[in-house]
């Protein structure tokens, strides 16, 4: 029977627990769920999630640990969608469990916190719990599991939206915004499933020859047709090709060589020298700094880094760990096809700000 309550019913329910012993008010608004995600080992990019469940919407949104936005997700909610998001507070007796459910902190570390807020007509409940299912009611598990399905939902793009993302991520690139038009559509594949992968294909013209943002350089100034591809993962472009030429992400010529350099930060070791430390290797002489770099990307990697120099560029620096640079830093040349690693590990095109 309890599957065939209608959601208002749903509601009424749950908030004679909420009202205990004093006059019941009815729901006016519907309820407003909200469920916060913080604290752990994440990336600060990623400090604070929250989804907030309306009556007809759904809201992800993803917050920095300096609290500015970087995600946002919209989905419309059918009332059946919100309803039985609702008939999962009533069925585990949310009004019921305690006001903090944390026992997994001596057990499981860097996991953080997650805030679940029932609100209706006025009135809250709240409870908060240790972001690790293992030492928490069965019900409240139920509860997290209905809000992180919610959560994949929510954040999940359905075709319109892949295309309407792929649309906007073009015309704001350097290439199309400097002189594109006639952006149009001519393909959509669906690929893979673990992870989905969406490869949209454009055409555009061009007013000038060349690619990316083409201020203060000297071009032909002729129409020139282009194609596009990108593909998006997990909602967002993870690769944008021009004419099968041009990295549109990177801004580089796939298959050229590029320029990179390193500077070191004082009481940092970079990620080449651990590997080193760590390898156990014994010398009759120590290699140099160039020869365990070429070492390290070519075993770790299997890429191909050439022209490697340790340069002084600085006699003085300060002495504050972690923060200064070095006096010295590291160039070396790699095949653009390859040096996404090395960017990930703090390497910089020639000419980036510092």
Not at 102 to 130: C, L, M, P, Q, W
Not at 289 to 298: F, G, K, L, S, T
């Amino acid at each position: 029977m309890k599957n065939l309550i209608p959601g208002t019913v749903v509601l009424l329910v749950l908030m004679a627990a909420f009202a205990a012993c004093t006059e019941q008010q009815p729901v006016e608004n519907g309820a407003v769920i909200t469920y916060t995600l913080y604290g752990g080992f994440v990336m600060p990019a990623y400090a604070v999630q929250e989804l907030v469940v309306t009556e007809h919407m759904a809201t992800f949104t993803i917050r920095s640990s300096d609290g500015a936005v970087t995600r946002e997700y919209r989905r419309n909610l059918t009332k059946e969608q919100y309803d039985a998001i609702v008939q999962v507070f009533a069925d585990n007796n949310f009004p019921a469990f305690g006001n903090r459910y944390v026992e997994g902190e001596s057990h499981v570390t860097d996991v953080g916190y997650a805030d679940i807020n029932f609100t209706a007509n006025g009135k809250s409940k709240v409870v908060t719990t240790y972001n690790y299912n293992d030492f928490m009611p069965q019900g409240l598990i139920t509860i997290r599991e209905k809000l992180q399905e919610t959560i994949v939902y929510v954040t999940t793009l359905d075709e319109a939206q892949i295309k309407e993302l792929a649309k906007d991520w073009i015309q704001k690139a350097p290439t199309y915004s400097y002189d594109g038009s006639g952006l149009q559509p001519v393909g959509y594949v669906r690929q893979g499933s673990d992870p989905v992968r969406h490869v949209l294909t454009y055409n555009f013209t061009s007013s000038h020859a060349g690619f990316g943002n083409r201020t203060g350089k000297v071009t032909a100034q002729v129409i020139t047709p282009h194609t596009i591809w990108v593909t998006i993962i997990d909602s967002s472009v993870d690769s944008a090709v021009i004419d099968g030429l041009w990295d549109e992400m990177g801004q580089f010529i796939i298959g050229s060589d590029e320029s990179l350099t390193f500077r070191p930060k004082k009481c940092e070791k970079p990620p080449w020298q651990v590997w080193e430390e760590n390898s156990g290797r014994v010398y009759i002489r120590m290699p140099t700094d160039e020869e365990i770099i070429r070492n390290y990307y070519a075993s770790v990697y299997e890429t191909d880094v050439r022209d490697v120099r340790k340069v002084q560029v600085a006699e003085v620096t300060c002495e504050a760990c972690s923060v200064c640079p070095e006096t010295y830093q590291f160039s070396l040349t790699v095949n653009t096809g390859r040096m996404l690693p090395l960017l990930d590990e703090g390497w910089e095109r020639t000419g980036e700000k510092k």
